[in-house]
């Protein structure tokens, strides 16, 4: 008697498995006999197969699974909880990570998405927009991507991940005609953290080809993963699948920027590296003790002369390069400039972040005055040096500046805003009519874990999450004065748009960087939806 009643347990659960097994198997072949009109072909053989592209009117792919070089979707839902929420629900969201080892992938993707987009306001959504595409266009697999840059006519791009993220990466960056994806709901314009059950499919574009008349038209062929079942209606509409293998993935190389389909030149969010479970644990670990060293080097800063503060500074982290032309030629004074030229020195440097003069003024080791287009009142404070705002009515600033000029030297970043990326925005020629002392100045940072600029953020912060880096690092480069007959412009000899652009040009050969016309107005209307002005409202 007590043998059978202790084994009846595990007579109990080996049914359940069995059966379990058995559906699971019933359904794998009704799946397989679904798709027995596919041709079902590994990843290897589609380069050989199709060496011509041109002539196949659709290809359909799968973006995590043929695209993405990870499969994870951890680290770009940690994105939209910290960028787009609060430190809070990252939080939330990481502590709910193992759960998903536990669930399916679609409950997973579930939680996660509940998790990052509940009560989120819609209009105010910009992450897939501003934040994503970088970090989707460093995990792009160069191998898949040109295989897709070589297909026909028509591409559309499949994916189980909100339609909201994927579709600004899908089609201004990599030129995807078509996205699938998911959409999410609504109420109230907010986000109320679910998905719709099925994907929303635009078919139309298979229309156009005849799809439904002839399904698995030898024009069309797809893309997707061998742990991807092939159940997904759109598929049924290619004549041969490729799938990808996760050893294929481990082999393919990342694109090249200088392969982007469009250049990336402005990206937001404040997280400069991609949040995986294990860099997250880095990030929450640093964060209480950036916080108190980046208080730390604040005091530092504003409360020591320049020739105490530097090491002290260096000691707790931060690192600063400082490069000198050969000549003596800063400073000096030309005597064949006429004397009612302003006395000070103008210093012109390219933007990166708000602490530009600042590190200027270590590099120097003297105090500089500073104008810029925008500042927070915090930043104005707890600035060591005096700060100016631009009004951006050209005379009242012109007369500005020169008022400035006559009491010392003076640091403008003619680009009015910070780009992070190695481009140069087009420089305003405000500068060039105001003095012929003119010395630009190259500047470059560099950051491992937060960023230190945004569009849509608190600028407030901006500083301290520079300073909350563990080890930021910056250059600052002076390069010669600009000479008397390139910078004289007063008189009529030279164009104020010559020396702008010239001063510009110099400093993108010195760093590297290459010069655009973009502006100010430009990037906060890609990132932000505004023009960037105090008070504007974001559409």
Not at 256 to 281: N, S
Not at 330 to 357: A, I, S
Not at 407 to 413: A, E, K, R, T
């Amino acid at each position: 008697m007590p043998k059978p009643f202790f084994f009846k347990p595990f007579f109990f659960l080996y049914r359940i498995f069995f059966r379990k097994s058995k559906r699971f198997q019933r359904s794998a072949s009704n799946s397989h006999a679904s798709q027995s009109k596919n041709h079902i072909h590994s990843f290897d053989n589609f380069a050989h197969r199709y060496p011509d592209l041109k002539n196949q009117s659709l290809i359909i792919f799968n973006m995590e699974e043929a695209l993405l070089k990870s499969s994870s979707l951890f680290p770009y839902f940690m994105l939209v909880a910290f960028e787009a929420g609060s430190l809070l629900r990252a939080l939330v969201l990481f502590l709910l990570y193992p759960l998903m080892f536990l669930v399916s992938e679609e409950v997973g993707l579930k939680i996660m998405v509940m998790v990052c987009f509940f009560g989120i306001k819609k209009e105010s959504f910009r992450i897939g927009r501003a934040v994503l595409p970088k970090f989707f266009l460093e995990d792009v697999g160069f191998e898949s991507f040109e295989m897709l840059q070589r297909a026909g006519n028509k591409k559309v791009g499949v994916s189980n991940l909100p339609r909201v993220l994927i579709e600004t990466f899908l089609k201004d960056y990599m030129e995807i005609d078509v996205v699938v994806g998911r959409e999410l709901k609504v109420f109230g314009g907010y986000f109320l953290g679910l998905m719709e059950e099925k994907k929303n499919i635009n078919l139309n574009i298979l229309d156009e080809h005849g799809g439904h008349d002839k399904m698995g038209s030898s024009d069309i062929i797809g893309i997707t993963s061998f742990n991807q079942r092939l159940d997904d209606p759109i598929f049924s509409y290619c004549k041969d699948v490729y799938r990808v293998r996760s050893s294929d993935k481990r082999t393919w190389k990342n694109l090249p920027r200088e392969k982007y389909p469009k250049k990336l030149i402005f990206h937001d969010g404040r997280l400069a590296l991609k949040p995986t479970p294990l860099e997250t644990v880095a990030i929450i670990m640093w964060a209480p003790v950036g916080f108190v060293l980046a208080v730390v080097r604040i005091l530092l800063g504003i409360s020591l002369p320049y020739e105490v503060s530097s090491p002290l500074l260096a000691f707790t982290g931060l690192r600063l390069t400082v490069r000198t032309p050969q000549t003596e030629s800063l400073v000096q004074k030309d005597p064949r400039l006429p004397n009612d030229k302003p006395k000070g020195v103008l210093y012109v440097c390219n933007h990166r972040t708000l602490l530009d003069p600042m590190y200027l003024c270590f590099a120097l080791g003297k105090n500089l005055r500073a104008v810029t287009y925008s500042l927070s009142k915090m930043s104005e404070i707890l600035a060591p040096i005096k700060t100016v705002r631009l009004t951006r009515n050209r005379q009242q600033d012109q007369d500005m500046m020169e008022r400035l000029l006559s009491q010392g030297d003076l640091v403008v970043c003619p680009e009015g805003t910070t780009c992070r990326e190695p481009y140069l925005l087009r420089f305003s020629p405000l500068f060039s009519e105001i003095s012929d002392e003119i010395v630009p100045v190259a500047v470059d940072s560099h950051v491992s874990m937060f960023h230190g600029t945004t569009a849509g953020g608190l600028k407030s912060l901006d500083p301290v999450f520079f300073l909350l880096n563990p080890s930021p690092i910056y250059t600052v480069q002076l390069l010669e004065k600009v000479s008397s007959e390139v910078s004289s412009c007063r008189h009529g000899s030279t164009s104020r748009f010559d020396v702008a652009n010239y001063v510009q040009r110099e400093l993108g050969k010195v760093l590297g960087f290459e010069c655009t016309k973009l502006t100010r107005r430009d990037k906060y209307l890609i990132l932000a939806g505004s023009e960037g002005k105090a008070g504007c409202k974001t559409a």
